[in-house]
């Protein structure tokens, strides 16, 4: 208790966050691991759709612009998500932006 008036910290507070992180890690054991889903990509297609996505010409376009462009072309690899998971390893590895809802020149303010 001194330890909290020191610091200015409510004690029941402490007793809280102390119970909550217990409650996490008794969780997560209880979890154990994840099964595969039962739709995902083997390993073989994983590799078949990494060849394409980083073939020189999709070098700069984005997954969803991928996709598009093989579907026109009458081929379905996988749809655009799992191109994003494949693409990025981690979190904010792919970025893309859509500039279909950026203002143009007709809506501008007249000055």
């Known amino acids: 208790m001194c330890a909290c008036v020191a610091l200015g910290v409510n004690q029941a507070r402490v007793y809280r966050v102390r119970e909550w992180r217990g409650h996490l890690a008794r969780?997560?054991?209880a979890r154990g691991a994840r099964q595969r889903p039962p739709l995902a990509l083997s390993g073989v297609e994983q590799d078949a759709l990494l060849e394409v996505l980083n073939s020189d010409r999709f070098a700069d376009k984005a997954p969803a612009s991928i996709h598009?462009?093989?579907?026109d072309e009458s081929r379905y690899l996988a749809s655009v998500r799992p191109l994003y998971r494949l693409l990025a390893?981690?979190?904010c590895?792919?970025?893309?932006?859509?500039?279909?809802n950026l203002e143009g020149l007709g809506r501008l303010h007249p000055i």
């Open 68 to 71: 598009a462009m093989l579907l």
């Open 89 to 91: 390893t981690r979190a």
């Open 27 to 29: 969780a997560h054991i």
């Open 93 to 100: 590895e792919v970025w893309s932006w859509e500039i279909t």
